[in-house]
T-cell receptor, first 116, second 115 residues
Framework: AQSVSQHNHHVILSEAASLELGCNYS??????LFWYVQYPGQHLQLLLK??????LVKGIKGFEAEFIKSKFSFNLRKPSVQWSDTAEYFC??????????????FGQGTTLQVKP | KAGVTQTPRYLIKTRGQQVTLSCSPI?????VSWYQQTPGQGLQFLFE???????NKGNFPGRFSGRQFSNSRSEMNVSTLELGDSALYLC??????????????FGPGTRLTVT
């Protein structure tokens, strides 16, 4: 069955601390990988994506993620978090270039709280 | 470009009633997907429409249905509402040109409360 697992449900960090959120997926085919962010009171926004090529991808606001195919992982990182990064983060996967591309499978989400 | 819009933003309904939610995709996008977001189950895929045809369906009962119009606007309908249908319903659209055709852009959602 297709699934996405996020290891951390709730993370609390102080400003300037480094962040790494784990994501593993199970999917029988070629996939695209995404991280979405949902700031309080706002809608889901695309943070970054991996389609192919360089497994280290950079997104908005200083976030990056690394795709490790052998580990079925796509972990999100940021060297130094800010209070404004407080949000819920979702890892997601879809099937590449198929009729299933419109179906995103999401992880359970990780709530990040950054203390000033 | 204007983003994905959803109406209404908030709804309160009673058990047994039905409800219709509307979604207008980004201009030029022909694919619309719907998701249900709850604290317990997270984000779950409901269905996708492309050019007025349902392309994919998630694991939800038949009370959940949808349609898409020729202008790509989409509606979803939930009949015989249950308390467990209380959720944030999200709509997402995507374009047709690679690589953006594999990216989905989300609307603000409709918060449905069933009492």
């Amino acid at each position: 069955a297709q699934s996405v697992s996020q290891h951390n449900h709730h993370v609390i960090l102080s400003e300037a601390a480094s962040l790494e959120l784990g994501c593993n997926y199970s999917y029988g085919g070629t996939v695209n990988l995404f991280w979405y962010v949902q700031y309080p009171g706002q809608h889901l926004q695309l943070l970054l994506k991996y389609f192919s090529g360089d497994p280290l991808v950079k997104g908005i606001k200083g976030f990056e993620a690394e795709f490790i195919k052998s580990k079925f992982s796509f972990n999100l990182r940021k060297p130094s978090v800010q209070w404004s990064d407080t949000a819920e983060y979702f890892c997601a996967v879809n099937a590449k270039g198929s009729s299933n591309t419109g179906k995103l499978i999401f992880g359970q989400g990780t709530t990040l709280q950054v203390k000033p | 470009k204007a983003g994905v819009t959803q109406t209404p933003r908030y709804l309160i309904k009673t058990r047994g009633q039905q409800v219709t939610l509307s979604c207008s995709p980004i201009s030029g996008h022909r694919s619309v997907s719907w998701y249900q977001q709850t604290p317990g189950q997270g984000l779950q895929f409901l269905f996708e429409y492309f050019s007025e045809t349902q392309r994919n369906k998630g694991n939800f009962p038949g009370r959940f249905s949808g349609r898409q119009f020729s202008n790509s606007r989409s509606e979803m309908n939930v009949s015989t509402l249950e308390l467990g249908d209380s959720a944030l319903y999200l709509c997402a659209s995507r374009g047709q040109l690679w690589p953006r055709r594999d990216e989905q852009y989300f609307g603000p959602g409709t918060r449905l409360t069933v009492t």
